[in-house]
């Protein structure tokens, strides 16, 4: 919520977090499968990157997966700076350039 224009919803029965109208993170609380996730937009070829080093932390989420989306599992161990990193990440994939620029 530190981030310039964001906001949170309910988007599919899961909490969600916007900038602007459009959605960057996505809680997944156990609604597709048995396990607590955060579903998250990237960059082109991080969803790959992290699944092929850590599969035990790291999947590809249904419905957003072939968009490039990461999963990160919450039951796991966490490195939370890490999952801040990524929040941030995917908050920059999905905000304008103007939206950004407030970051500067």
Do not use: C, N
């Not at 092929?52 to 989306?69: K, T």
């Amino acid at each position: 919520m530190a981030l310039p224009e964001t906001s949170e919803k309910q988007s599919h029965g899961e909490a969600s977090w916007f900038v602007g109208k459009r959605a960057f993170v996505t809680s997944a609380d156990r609604h597709h499968d048995d396990r607590r996730a955060v579903w998250l937009a990237a960059q082109a070829g991080a969803q790959e990157v992290l699944v092929a080093s850590d599969p035990d932390r790291f999947f590809r989420p249904p419905f957003v997966g072939h968009r490039g989306w990461i999963g990160v599992y919450l039951d796991v161990t966490v490195d939370w700076d890490e999952l801040a990193a990524l929040v941030r990440d995917a908050w920059a994939t999905v905000a304008t350039d103007r939206i950004r620029s407030k970051l500067a």
